[in-house]
């Protein structure tokens, strides 16, 4: 823009705005046609300065008022073409009834001719970055390029349909969205209160308080309360006495229960670049 004021402007200037004769104080053509529309105008106006000021406020007013319905956001939505719909299941869910709900989630949302895929990861391993509870589902829809609904529309759409499904807590953004607001906040949502205690039923009590409030507040969708309670448990009491009778002890009773449910991990294979597990199943 400094470079075009400094030398293309100054050219066009004195090509068309200056007089053709010397000396003149005639107004060159351009001029004289913008004075011959502006003039009348101008006189009408003055001499109607009442309904001139009645016809400014009427534009202005309204043009104020709509100003604090304007967007503020810093960055506006991107259309990545694709949703990231985060499932949320009660903490005591089992693996099974968490696959099965979620497919009913898929079912739902592969009903819309805007979908081209649907795919889905449940749960992260431990020893990743980002851990995962396998109660917790990333959604992957992918929207085909022709859609004739807008995103917002294809948004509420989904989340009237997803709604349906019982026992699921769902929340709707996109993969990028998503990186970004975890690595801001270290969560999806947008905005995430904190409450901080020792007590972790009180700290529930607190939570479901802050979620009742929040509810009322106009414009917020997808809130949910992070759940607080404590996992199943399976406590196993070793008879020390029945066991020192066949010849084990009780750490021998407690290895093998661990292998049995949770496996052990005895050597690695390795194929190339490849590393493979070799445990006790």
């Given at each position: 823009a400094l470079v075009l004021a400094l030398t293309l402007v100054p050219v066009l200037a004195g090509s068309f705005l200056r007089p053709r004769a010397e000396g003149r104080d005639e107004d060159v053509w351009l001029v004289r046609r913008l004075k011959a529309i502006y003039a009348p105008v101008l006189d009408k106006a003055v001499?109607?300065?009442g309904w001139t000021m009645l016809a400014s406020l009427a534009i202005t007013l309204p043009a104020l008022a709509l100003a604090f319905y304007v967007g503020t956001d810093f960055m506006p939505r991107l259309d990545e073409g694709a949703f990231l719909i985060q499932t949320v299941l009660p903490p005591e869910a089992s693996l099974a009834e968490v696959d099965r709900v979620n497919h009913r989630?898929?079912?739902a949302l592969r009903k819309f001719p805007e979908v081209e895929d649907v795919v889905r990861r449940t749960g992260r391993a431990e020893r990743t970055e980002d851990p995962m509870p396998h109660t917790l589902s990333d959604v992957l829809v992918v929207l085909?390029?022709?859609r004739s609904?807008?995103?917002a529309?294809?948004?509420a759409a989904m989340r009237e349909q997803v709604s349906h499904v019982p026992g699921v807590t769902a929340l709707f953004t996109t993969p990028l969205?998503?990186?970004i607001d975890e690595g801001l906040g270290g969560t999806p949502?947008?905005?995430s209160v904190r409450v901080f205690g020792p007590d972790l039923n009180q700290l529930a009590e607190l939570g479901e308080q802050v979620r009742r409030v929040m509810s009322s507040v106009r414009g917020v969708t997808d809130l949910r309360a992070e759940k607080l309670t404590g996992l199943p448990q399976l406590r196993i009491n070793i008879d020390r006495?029945?066991?020192a009778r066949v010849g084990l002890t009780p750490g021998d009773v407690i290895r093998a229960i661990r292998i049995g449910l949770a496996g052990e991990e005895v050597s690695e294979v390795w194929r190339g670049q490849r590393r493979f597990a070799l445990g006790n199943p």
């Amino acid at each position: 823009a400094l470079v075009l004021a400094l030398t293309l402007v100054p050219v066009l200037a004195g090509s068309f705005l200056r007089p053709r004769a010397e000396g003149r104080d005639e107004d060159v053509w351009l001029v004289r046609r913008l004075k011959a529309i502006y003039a009348p105008v101008l006189d009408k106006a003055v001499h109607r300065s009442g309904w001139t000021m009645l016809a400014s406020l009427a534009i202005t007013l309204p043009a104020l008022a709509l100003a604090f319905y304007v967007g503020t956001d810093f960055m506006p939505r991107l259309d990545e073409g694709a949703f990231l719909i985060q499932t949320v299941l009660p903490p005591e869910a089992s693996l099974a009834e968490v696959d099965r709900v979620n497919h009913r989630v898929e079912d739902a949302l592969r009903k819309f001719p805007e979908v081209e895929d649907v795919v889905r990861r449940t749960g992260r391993a431990e020893r990743t970055e980002d851990p995962m509870p396998h109660t917790l589902s990333d959604v992957l829809v992918v929207l085909t390029p022709e859609r004739s609904r807008s995103l917002a529309d294809l948004e509420a759409a989904m989340r009237e349909q997803v709604s349906h499904v019982p026992g699921v807590t769902a929340l709707f953004t996109t993969p990028l969205g998503m990186r970004i607001d975890e690595g801001l906040g270290g969560t999806p949502a947008d905005i995430s209160v904190r409450v901080f205690g020792p007590d972790l039923n009180q700290l529930a009590e607190l939570g479901e308080q802050v979620r009742r409030v929040m509810s009322s507040v106009r414009g917020v969708t997808d809130l949910r309360a992070e759940k607080l309670t404590g996992l199943p448990q399976l406590r196993i009491n070793i008879d020390r006495q029945a066991v020192a009778r066949v010849g084990l002890t009780p750490g021998d009773v407690i290895r093998a229960i661990r292998i049995g449910l949770a496996g052990e991990e005895v050597s690695e294979v390795w194929r190339g670049q490849r590393r493979f597990a070799l445990g006790n199943p």
